[in-house]
């Protein structure tokens, strides 16, 4: 098997409170191992232990116990934060710089070059959708602005592995929409996408494998098919046929001690309604 | 090594923009107007004495807001930061947590050294032009006297005046105020809010003005013991004896300052500063965030 991209390793974290006898246990022997390319969705109630896992990832966070590697590398050392870009929840950043501003800074950062950093951030504000606030000072940014340039900023070194949390929070749907697609396609490029949220449907869509955080402890993981599959159940949505054929279909499925559990007009949901009276808001 | 010179450089560069943001620099508009109402308040007494006192007011007005703004300015960086979780995204870059510190210090300096030209330029300029009517009103004055006293009198006005000492103890001014910088990012690593690194730095500000004075006394009234000294040092390791840095007394009283004791007084502020800032970084780089 080839090295993963991170692998945390019976990690345990314990934050002392000061003036409480009773220690906050945030995560308990934490496993996770996420292979390269893989897109992994880390689920939870609040305060279930998500943002501590990936700052202990980032090294942001010493964990009591247990080690993370970052393709078997160390993640103490800086070099390997070269290979990740981190979007930090409620994502804010210096109030008094523009969004250019702000990503030229974190460009600097993360080594780029001048003239580099310059087509990198003209390309990103372009893929974010914030071309038009590029110099405004984002003390007049919106909530979902903010977190837009916060993506930006984690992209900016093209970095292997992206480490979101709550990529789409207080974004509207066409954000998170095209915040989706922008995961889908980082894909494609091969870059391995660890990220946390509340928001079940998004992570179906876009995750290739899940795991459920509950007080700390990793309660359920696996692969979104495995998990979500009803062993004993088929789902088909046909087009263009007649009631008396469907009947006819559903007489067969009885003659063989099977069961219709459902049958219905399929409905358009609430998001792909919204998107779709609301594409043509920018142009 | 060149890399991590540019990070400094560009978390330098980015706290100064964000101070000089928060429009800090108008708080040089009220320096203006000091210097400005009082020296026109000043009693003429003579013209060397009435230089002298301009002087002395404007060097105490330098000081005092190079030192205010070294340490309110810098108080509130690492704060806002964390506030921000600004330092989220930060440190998630290959960023170590001393090129932080060291940005954020030199951010600092940048502000304190540029508000230093602004209100020396100014200072400066009020000073030269009370200099020259003063040694034309002074030479018209003296025409009948004997030449010496003459030579004398225009001496004592260039010694009042703009000359070396003057920019010697304006870049000590400087050291000052970035000691105290230093020694606000040095609590504030530690601190849980601004309040407290300001209220524990205006004590680290009295006690580093007042311990020259205590010092004399304790060393002179009493027959020291071992204790006492010692605990004379170890006030002194941690409460940078700032009195030491404000030369403008004995200018104004017209000694000169030998570059050696200058060389001296800017090693003393530059270990002060060192010290500070790899304490800070010690426990900037153990905090969880
Ligand atoms: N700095 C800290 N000091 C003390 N306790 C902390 C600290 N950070 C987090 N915790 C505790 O750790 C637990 C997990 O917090 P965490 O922020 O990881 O939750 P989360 O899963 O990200 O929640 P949410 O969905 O609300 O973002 C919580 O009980 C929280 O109170
Ligand atoms: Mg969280």
């Known amino acids: ?283 | 090594m060149s890399s991590s010179l540019g990070r400094i450089g560009a978390i330098a560069r980015t706290t100064f923009i964000e101070l000089a943001r928060l429009r800090v620099f108008y708080v040089l508009i009220l320096f203006a107007l000091v210097l400005i109402i009082s020296s026109s308040f000043i009693a003429r007494i003579s013209f060397q004495q009435e230089l002298q006192v301009t002087r002395d007011i404007a060097l105490g007005a330098i000081n005092f807001f190079l030192s205010m703004l070294a340490i309110v300015a810098t108080a509130q960086l690492l704060p806002r930061d964390l506030e921000d979780r600004v330092i989220y995204s930060v440190l998630a870059k290959p960023v170590r947590r001393f090129e932080y510190m060291m940005g954020k210090f030199f951010g600092v300096l940048g502000l304190l050294t540029i508000s230093l030209i602004a209100m020396s330029v100014l200072c400066l300029a009020v000073i030269h032009l009370r200099e020259g009517s003063a040694v034309r009103e002074t030479m018209q004055q003296m025409t009948q006297s004997p030449p010496e006293e003459l030579e004398r009198a225009l001496t004592g006005l260039h010694q009042a005046g703009v000359n070396q000492d003057l920019a010697f103890a304006l870049l000590l001014t400087l050291m000052k105020a970035a000691v105290l910088a230093s020694a606000t990012l040095c609590i504030s690593s530690f601190a849980t809010s601004n309040i407290f690194t300001i209220s524990a730095m205006a004590m680290v500000y009295l006690v580093g003005h007042l311990e020259t004075i205590a010092r004399d006394y304790w060393l002179h009234q009493h027959s020291a013991g071992w204790l006492i000294r010692a605990f004379l040092a170890l006030v002194l390791l941690f409460f940078p004896d700032l009195q030491a840095f404000n030369l403008s007394d004995q200018i104004i009283a017209g000694a000169s300052l030998s570059s050696l004791a200058l060389t001296k007084l800017l090693g003393l502020g530059a270990v002060y500063i060192v010290g500070y800032l790899v304490i800070a970084i010690a426990i900037f780089t153990q905090r969880e965030l």
Not at chain 1, 85 to 108: I, S, V
Not at chain 1, 121 to 145: C, F, N, P, Q, W
């Open chain 1, 1 to 283: 098997m080839t090295e993963p991209a991170i692998r945390v390793s019976d990690v345990t974290k314990i934050f002392p409170t000061p003036f409480r006898r009773r220690r906050i246990v945030a995560l308990q022997h934490l496993n996770l191992e996420i292979a390269p390319g893989e897109i992994y969705g880390l689920l939870g109630p609040n305060g279930s232990g998500k943002s501590t896992t990936l700052k202990i990832i980032l090294g942001l966070i010493q964990p009591t116990r247990g080690s993370v590697r970052v393709f078997g590398r160390d993640n103490s050392t800086v070099a390997v934060r070269r290979d990740i870009g981190f979007l930090p929840e409620n994502a804010y950043f210096h109030k008094f710089l523009t969004g250019t501003e702000t990503l030229r800074f974190h460009a600097r950062l993360s080594g780029l070059g001048s003239r580099e950093s310059k087509s990198r951030i003209a390309e990103l504000l372009e893929t974010v959708g914030l071309t038009r606030a590029a110099d405004a000072r984002l003390s007049t940014y919106s909530k979902g602005m903010l977190q837009r340039i916060g993506l930006a900023q984690a992209l900016i070194h093209r970095p292997k592995i992206l480490v979101l949390d709550e990529p789409t929070a207080a974004v509207d749907p066409a954000g998170s929409r095209d915040i989706q697609n922008l995961i889908a396609s980082s894909k494609k490029t091969g870059t391995t996408i660890l990220l946390s949220s509340h928001l079940l449907t998004q992570v179906q869509e876009v995750c290739d494998r899940i795991g459920i955080l509950h007080r700390g402890k990793l309660i359920r993981e696996g692969r979104l098919e495995d998990l979500l599959a009803i062993e004993n159940q088929t789902e088909f949505i046909v087009e263009n046929t007649t009631p008396e054929f469907l009947d006819q279909l559903e007489r067969q499925i009885a003659s063989v001690n099977g069961r219709v559990v459902l049958r219905r007009k399929p409905q358009t949901s609430l998001e792909q309604l919204f998107l779709k009276v609301t594409e043509t808001r920018d142009e």
